[in-house]
Every structure is written in C-alpha cells, then in structure tokens.
C-alpha cells in the first residue's frame, strides 16, 4: 500500500470516528431528522449516477476505457456486484426511453429494484400504466405484477442434482463472508467434474452435492408457508430458509407417521373373542419394521419386490377365511401384489367386482 493511500485511509477512519462520536451525542429528532436528510441525498445521488451511467452507455465510452460492454465496466471498473450492474443498466437504459423515470425515483416512488423488475416489458404503448402501477408497491407486488405478463405453460415438479460450491471449511472468502468470487466460480466450474476441492489456496472452494427442487404452488400453499415460517420464527430467530422450513415439516410428519421412528410397543395382545378388522398400530408397525418397510412379495425367482410405494398389511390367512390380526399373519405388500394375492385366493372376477362396486358407492 502505498504512502499516499494509507494516509487516505487512516484520514477516512478519523473523520468516521469522528461522526460516530457526534451521533452519540445527538438527539434522537435531530438523528432521525439528518437520517432523512441523508435518504434523499441518497436518492438524489442515485439518480445522478444512473443518469451518468446513461450517458456513458450512450456513448459507449467503456470501449475507450478497455471494456468490452457496459456490464464489465460496471462490475470491473466501478466494483457492482453482478445484481447490481445489471439492475442499473437495465435502469439507465429504460431513463434513456422514459424520461420521467428520473423524477419518480428521485421521489421514491419506484426503485431501481422494482423498476429493473419491469424494465423487459416497457414500451412505448404500455409504459405509464405501467409505471402507475409499480409506483410505492413493494417487490413482492411487483413480482405478482409482472407474473401476469409472461405466463408460464405448465411447471412441472422437477429434483436434480446439482454441485454447489462453498468455502472450504475453515477459509473464508476475501471478504470474510460466504460469498463466491465470480472468477474463483467460473474456475471451479471447469474444474468440478474432476476435483472436487479447487481454487487458490487463499480462497479454497468445495465442491458438495445437493439437489434442487423445483415445484409451483398455489395462493393457500404459499399463506401456509408463511404461517409456518412466522411459527418457525420462534426456534429461528435469525431466519429461516426453505430447507430448514421442508426439513422441519418432513421430521414433523415422519415421527407422526413413520413406523421405524416410532418407539417400539410390544405390548401385543390379540383378542381372540372379539374379532375386528382393524389392525392395532403397533402390530402395523411390528410388521413394517420386521418386513423392512417395503413389498414383501417374493416371484417364482426368488426375487423380493423392492417396492416402497402405496404398501398395505394383507393377511397371509385372509380375514375373511378367519385370519387375526398376529404379527405372524400380517405382511406389507404393495398394492399391486396385493390384489394379485387377493386374486388368487377370489379370483379375479370378484376382486373387480368388488372394486366397481366400491367405487360406485
Ligand atoms: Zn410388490
């Protein structure tokens, strides 16, 4: 670091110390007072820059400058983030066609968030409408906005797997926080097929496997999400992300309903002089646990069937021809070899009979 430039810096550091002194000093009107101040200020500044930003754009200085585009010139020159660049341009460029853009964002009644948010669909025909309606609406307003404009065919439920990169453990990134340098990632992206730790040796990446999922929901899905994620709040004060909210949800539905995590009741008692079809709950889970929790059919070949999907407690000696509710005469079978096992006891004219009949009821 050089002389000059430290000096800069420590000089910074003393007038910062200095208004941080101030601030505790003074009261809590004037600081609130100074902090609007300063938020219009802001604004204001924002829109200079944008306009600054159009301008060079419009020219295409960042050529001249040794940029191959705007968006370099951002990220590399100015230090944007990727988000960040783009949101401007794409501002900058929608203030070039729209001038009164200016003035709404100088007044804080749209933002360059919202605003980036719709600049894909302005035109000519559609722009102050459109611009009223995103004027002092939030970004989730105008997300369901903007949805309406470009509606998608069908989303279907899709899992991948996928490679995300993370901090080694122990090292952090330059900026001391989670973040991802771009160059380190393109790196990595490269190299992950066959490494599965690279970078340099100060900003060290891994490589783990996850799985993305992705899915639409309805208006009752996603107010019951938020009453989850409010309830969550509570064990999570410091927020709550997707995974933790479905691993939370899944853990809760398992231990309700999964036999292997229930604790194991072996108080089993058949009452031989009441008979009943209904199978207590802990001999259901006896006979899960025991079967493996899949189909326990077994072909001619020997071979089980490894099915885990829609399974039911048949009886070995059916109900119907005397058979209890033991243990020993209860299997898990998937419903497909169920049927083919009730078949052969019935035949197969009189289990569809009784399906038709069942479904006509
Ligand atoms: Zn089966």
Redesign the pocket.
């Known amino acids: 670091m050089s002389v000059q430039v430290s000096e800069k810096i420590s000089g910074n550091s003393e007038k910062l110390a200095m208004l941080r002194a101030e601030l505790q000093s003074i009261n809590n009107r004037k600081l609130l007072e100074d902090l609007a101040c300063l938020n219009n200020r802001e604004r204001r500044l924002k829109v200079r820059i944008l306009l600054y930003l159009r301008e060079i754009d419009r020219r295409k200085l960042y050529l001249e400058e040794g940029y191959s585009s705007m968006f370099d010139f951002c990220t590399e020159h100015l230090g944007y983030s990727r988000s960040a660049a783009c949101r401007r341009i794409r501002v900058a460029r929608c203030m070039g066609r729209y001038p009164e853009i200016a003035a709404m964002l100088q007044a804080g009644e749209i933002n360059i968030t919202t605003l980036s948010m719709v600049s894909g669909i302005l035109n000519d025909d559609n722009y102050e409408e459109i611009l009223k309606k995103i004027s002092n609406r939030s970004k989730r307003d105008v997300e369901i906005f903007i949805s309406g404009f470009n509606p998608q065919r069908e989303i279907r439920d899709r899992v991948r797997p996928v490679c995300v990169l993370k901090p080694a453990a122990g090292k952090s990134t330059p900026t001391g926080g989670s973040r991802i340098n771009r160059k380190n990632y393109v790196k990595s992206e490269i190299k992950s097929d066959s490494t599965p730790d690279v970078g340099s040796k100060d900003t060290r990446l891994e490589v783990e496997r996850r799985f993305e999922i992705r899915f639409s929901a309805g208006e009752d899905f996603m107010k019951k999400l938020e009453k989850v994620k409010s309830l969550l709040s509570r064990k999570y004060p410091r927020g709550v992300n997707l995974e933790l909210m479905f691993e939370e949800l899944l853990d809760n539905y398992l231990d309700q309903n999964d036999p292997e995590r229930r604790e194991a009741d072996n108080n089993i008692k058949i009452n031989k002089l009441k008979r009943t079809r209904h199978i207590p709950r802990n001999i259901k889970d006896k006979v899960y646990r025991r079967d493996g929790g ?4 077994v072909g001619k070949s020997g071979r089980r ?3 885990r999907w829609n399974l039911q407690y048949d009886h070995i000696i059916p109900y119907a021809k005397g058979g209890d509710n033991s243990p020993d005469n209860l299997r898990l ?2 419903a ?3 049927r083919l096992m009730a078949e052969r006891e019935y035949g197969s004219d009189k289990i569809k009979r009784t399906i038709s009949g069942a479904a006509d009821t």
Request: glycine fraction near 0%.
């Open positions: 899949r189909c326990s059919f069937c490894s099915s079978l998937c497909r070899h169920n």
